[in-house]
Structure formats: C-alpha cells, structure tokens
C-alpha cells in the first residue's frame, strides 16, 4: 500500500475518533479479531491502530487469519506493528485463545461469492464449525468481556419486494435447498451457534449482520456489482450493467462499518442483533451514474440486453435500531464513499 | 424491438469439419466478410478451443496466435472471441497471449456438470477487464435443474453470460424451452444458446431459445461445423428478424460471407447424414463422427452400433480413445 492510501485511510480513522471516549473500556485491553487479515479485520485493525498512535489506547490487538505471508506482503505497515500479533491459523484449528484477551470479533468467513459457488462444503465447515470452535476457546478465558459476531444480512434471504428496508425482526431465511444458500445458511447457523453458547455459558454475545460495503481495502476484481463498475470505470469503461438495472443496493463506507463494529463491541448488551449498512437504498443504474460522475470524461454505462420480464432485486437494511440502541448513524453519504474509494485506488 | 446478438463460431466449430486445417488465408477473408456484415462477435480457433491442438483431438495446421492475429486484424467492428475448455487451455499459456493479441471475449466451457472447472479461467479473463462467457456443453446430458446449478456457479465466477451448448444435437425444442426459461428466471446475465443440427433442431431450437428469453445465439456459415453441422447462420437470421428480432446483421453480406465461407472454408457442406441422426440420437458429440467412422472400418463394425455404445457410457469430447475400447469390444463379440 503507497502513502497516498495509508494516508486516506487514517484521515478516515482520525474522523471516526475525533472523540474516542466512548471506546475508552477498551484502553490497555486485549482484543482477539478472526478473519483478520480480510477487509473487515484489515479496517478494525487500522482502526486500533489509529487508536493507539493518536490516542495512547495501548490495546494489544491479535488477527487471526489462514495466510498471514500475504498480509505481511500487502500491509507491512500493520504487520510490523509490535502492539499486534499474528496468528496464523485455520479458525478451525485455534484450539485456545491467549488468556489476556477480553474482547473478540469473530469475522472470519469469505465473502466471495465465487468462493461460496465453488468450495460450499468448506464455506459452511468455516463457518460453522470454525464459530464453534472460537466460542469453545472463549469459555475458557478469564476474563472474556463481550464477543461480536459477524454474521451476514443474507440471512434474511431474499427482500420482499413490498419492503423496502429489512428489519432484524424480519423473519426471513434464504431457500435451503439451493446451493447458493451455503454462505447465508451456514451464516444462521453461526447466529443459533453463538446464542446457544450465550445461553448456555453466560457468553457476553452482540451479533452484526453486514450488507454491503465500499471503500478502500476492497479488491475491486470482487465480482459484485459496484466493484466492477469502478473497476470497468478507472479503466476507462463503458461501465457494464450486468442484471437488472433496477435492482436495489445500498453501501456503506468503512469509516463508519468500524466505528459501528467497535461501538457494538464496546457498547452493545449481551444479545442485541444489529443490521450493519446503509439504509440508502439505490438503484444500480443510479449507482452506476455516481461512478460516472466521478471519474473524468465521458463514461457510458451501457446494460445488457435482457429479453425477460425485468428481475429486480432489494438488499438493504434498517438501522434504526442501531440508532435507537447505539445511537448510531451513517456518516459518509454513497456519494463521498464512491468518491474516496475511487481517490484510493487512484493513489499514485 | 426485442434485440438478439449473433455470435459466429464458423472459423471454430467449423474447424472440427476440417480436422482443424484452417489457414490463416481463410481466417483473414471470411474475418473481413463477417465484418462487413455487421456480425457482432466472431469466434476463431481450433474446434476444441485454444490450447487444444493435440494428438488426441486434433493438430491445428495454424498455431491460435497466428490465426487470432489474422482474426483481430480483420475485424473493425465485431468482437473477437475464443473458445476455452480448462485442462486444454491454461490461463498463462492460451489466455493471456490471446488477450494480448486482443480478444474479447472469452468462452469458458465445460461439461455441463463441471461449472467449477472455470472459475480461474472466467475470474482471470474478467481481472483483465474482459468479458467472459460460461459455456456448459453437452447440456443434453444434465436435467434442467443440475444446469442451472451450473450456470449459477458460472455467473457467481463473474461470467457475463451463459451459453447452453448442444454439443451433440441432441436437445429437442421441449427441453430448450425448459432450460433457457429455466436459466432466464434464475441468472442476472444474459443466457445463449449454440445449437447443432443432427436431429434437424438447429434453427427450431435456436427460436425457442430466443422466445424462452436467450440473447445470444450462436450459428454458422453454411452449419460449419462437426457432423451435421451447427445452426445455420444464413437462415437463422433472417428468420429472427422475420420474428421481429433485431440482430443488426445486414442480409445480404451475411449471404455474401455464407457464400464466401462456401468457397473457401467448407471442402463438404455439413448435412443430416444417417449417421449424423444416430450420433444425435445417441447423445454424442458431433466431432467424433469421422473417428467413429474410421474406427469402426478398421474394425469391421456397424459405426451406428458404436455411437449407441459410446451414448450409452455417457462419453464427452476428450475421450476420443473410447471409440476404439467400443469398436473392439463390438468386434469381439462379433468374431466371439
């Protein structure tokens, strides 16, 4: 990573922490993050680090993560951290957690679709079995303070059309039969999982359910929709509309996914489920027009030719829960998180 | 008007008419021809695809490279596309140079239940910012739900459509019907269809997929192609827009390149022979037809009996040396 983007990144991180007090519970504490070396822990882990540089937090951070030589590779500036150890392992395999950790946030879980079509046995085995493990470990600890676990707003299973915000009360579930329903069922599963460890050990337990994200960090070559408009974008275009261009979305930067994480971690009681995302809902065409705008020129979007009856799609969350519980709010519109995105990956 | 986009595969499943004979001559003239006739993709190469010259299916007289050169120097308008089968192709070896040359687009195929075989393949082609297709071949021997399965997987890998290949002109018009309607209902990408004539189905098939929802169809000059050739490309496309389809071809250039193609590329014009309909009826790819043939001389066989044979064990492109294991057997039993 260049300085252009480290530098983005902490200016991103000093403005979720202008007043870091309410994080306080975790100065000099210990915190254990699974999937650590993904695009969530890799933000959580700017984060502390921003924390302990800026505002003398002192917290010890472990990332747990399969392949540790990439992260070492691609962010040296976190890997060489002495306030941070690097655990390479299979979160199926960690049998015990270093006993001075408080804090942990199970985030590990590919998100990568192309994974989940591909290797489903495996999605579900991590996920699953890896949860497991990680709460087995955890009741172990002395002096274990609260677990976040990550789980996914596929849960829900498809939006009902007629609805255009999912709530954490909505009692979906994705089609169990289809076999692009591995993520998402075993997602559930991870959910039941760590309520039953909640109830049957006293586990402190916050459960998060992430939609859709952008900003630095991500691998725009992710296929999904709006990574590969500005993949298509910055290389000059046309932006290709694959699908539905009526078909709903919403993101959220990452600026304030960690703020929401941490808040959650730091704040949420035992048993409270959280959606984690923007409620702006947009359309990719609109989306698409965004991307547009930002880059210099003249971009075309240009969508498919598509005989059939139009098959939209809606995936966005309410938190007004978050609010309510947290007081949390979104805080980098779609507009400035394209744009920031964008100035990233354009860093020289 | 609803659109549909033609994609020509002459100068590759033709190539299985020609053992694979294909010069760089033919590729440049019927390139510029097609060209003129507004054909928006153009497929060139050997029959199986980039990678695949081999003793086993077939050496290729003209190495890819210097026949996708001829291709990409020809075409001004229309995309240029290959047809990759992994295990043939590589992504260091064939994919990238094609890239390099300037291909478009990118076919990822496979047996109709292997999808998982392309993710590498259709992920690479897309990092390039290319576009890659999922083909599943062989489609008649999977039920409708298993290719959706596929499919599914195909487009989770980032392909920007989806081909249903009939591979050994087997499909009939119900089945078509099902699976594109299927894939259309399913998939957020553009569904295909490639369709192959040894049961005469070749332009029925290739309208029921565009009335049950396909975008891209594939045909060929004068049914180029192995066996009983593909789906006729001059017909094909009149009659879609008799049906009120908009393909953007002109009419008479595309008779033009038909002809063309007739001269220059095809030593035999690929009709329904008996032996075509019982290859179709049996389910077996068309490219084996020749082998079939040969083989069962050389063994004193009924070439009909091998092919049910070969239906019979479910056989797919790549296991030329099947029919030799079928011949003899039937020899065998023949002589006791």
Not at chain 1, 20 to 34: A, C, G, W, Y
Not at chain 1, 40 to 64: P, Q, Y
Not at chain 2, 72 to 87: D, F, Q, Y
Not at chain 2, 162 to 168: E, H, K, P, R
């Amino acid at each position: 990573m260049n300085p252009g983007q480290l530098d983005i990144i902490r200016e991103d991180c000093d403005r979720i922490f202008a007043n870091p007090d309410r994080f306080s519970v975790l100065k000099n504490e210990s915190i254990l993050i699974t999937g650590g070396t993904g695009f969530m822990g890799s933000w959580l882990a700017e984060a502390v680090a921003c924390l302990n540089d800026s505002h003398h937090f002192g917290i010890k951070l472990t990332l747990v993560a399969r392949n540790i030589d990439r992260f070492r590779e691609k962010q040296a500036h976190l890997a060489s951290r002495k306030d941070f150890t690097l655990l390479e392992k299979n979160v199926c395999d960690l049998i015990d957690i270093p006993d001075d950790i408080s804090w942990i946030i199970h985030a590990a879980a590919t998100p990568d679709n192309r994974v989940h079509s591909s290797d489903p046995l495996q999605v579900i085995n991590t996920i699953t079995n890896g949860t497991m493990q990680v709460l087995g470990a955890s009741t172990r600890l002395s002096n274990l303070k609260k677990i976040v676990n990550i789980s996914s707003g596929w849960i829900y299973g498809s939006q009902p059309k007629e609805m255009l915000q999912l709530q954490e009360c909505h009692v979906g579930g994705p089609d169990s039969v289809s076999i692009a329903s591995a993520y998402a069922e075993a997602k559930r599963m991870g959910e039941t999982i760590c309520s039953v460890y909640k109830g049957q050990f006293r586990i402190p337990m916050v459960t998060l359910r992430p939609f859709a994200f952008i900003g630095p960090y991500q691998m725009i070559d992710k296929p999904w929709a709006i990574n590969n408009f500005i993949y298509d974008a910055i290389n000059g275009g046309p932006i290709k509309i694959l699908g539905d261009e009526n078909t709903i979305r919403s993101y959220m930067y990452p600026s304030d996914m960690v703020n929401w994480i941490l808040t959650a971690l730091c704040e949420g009681e035992s048993g409270l489920v959280l959606n984690l995302g923007s409620p702006e809902g947009c359309s990719l065409r609109a989306v698409a027009d965004i991307i547009c705008d930002c880059i210099p020129g003249e971009t075309v979007v240009i969508s498919q030719t598509l005989n059939r009856k139009p098959k939209y799609s809606i995936f966005v969350p309410d938190v007004s829960k978050a609010k309510e519980t947290l007081g949390l709010e979104l805080s980098v519109s779609l507009q400035d998180a394209i744009k920031r995105t964008i100035d990233w990956l354009r860093q020289p | 008007m609803k659109k549909i986009t033609i994609s020509d595969p002459t100068l590759r499943d033709g190539s299985h008419a020609i053992k694979h004979q294909l010069t760089v001559k033919q590729v440049s003239d019927y390139c510029a021809a097609i060209d003129k006739a507004g054909v928006p993709i153009v497929e060139v190469g050997h029959g199986n695809g980039i990678g695949a010259s081999s003793i086993q299916v077939g050496l290729s007289r003209e190495s890819d490279v210097k026949l996708l050169e001829a291709a990409r120097k020809h075409l001004t308008n229309a995309k240029l596309g290959v047809h990759c089968i992994p295990g043939f192709a590589t992504i260091k070896k064939h994919i990238k140079p094609a890239l390099d040359i300037g291909v478009d687009i990118v076919r990822c195929a496979c047996h109709c239940t292997e999808a998982d075989t392309t993710r590498n393949h259709i992920t690479f082609v897309r990092e390039q910012g290319k576009q890659a297709f999922g083909v599943l071949m062989m489609s008649h021997m999977a039920p409708a739900d298993v290719l959706v399965e596929e499919a599914m997987k195909m487009e989770s890998y980032g392909a920007e459509a989806v081909i249903i290949m009939d591979s050994a002109g087997a499909l009939l018009p119900d089945k078509v019907e099902t699976v594109i309607g299927r894939l259309c209902d399913t998939l957020n990408v553009q569904v295909g269809y490639h369709g192959h004539n040894n049961l005469g189905m070749g332009v029925g098939n290739s309208i029921v997929a565009a009335k049950a929802g396909a975008t891209i169809i594939d045909g060929t000059a004068r049914c180029f192609g192995a066996g009983a050739g593909n789906t006729q490309l001059e017909i094909l496309v009149p009659v879609l827009e008799k049906l009120g389809y908009e393909t953007g071809i002109d009419l008479y250039r595309l008779l033009d390149a038909a002809d063309l193609a007739e001269k220059e590329l095809v030593q035999s014009i690929p009709r329904v022979r008996s032996i075509s309909v019982v290859s179709g009826l049996a389910g077996v790819f068309s490219g084996f037809t020749s082998h079939v043939e040969r083989i069962s001389k050389q063994y004193g066989v009924d070439p009909r009996d091998v092919f049910f044979r070969l239906g019979k064990r479910g056989i797919v492109a790549g296991q030329e040396d099947m029919i030799i294991e079928e011949a003899y057997k039937l020899h065998q039993e023949k002589t006791g």
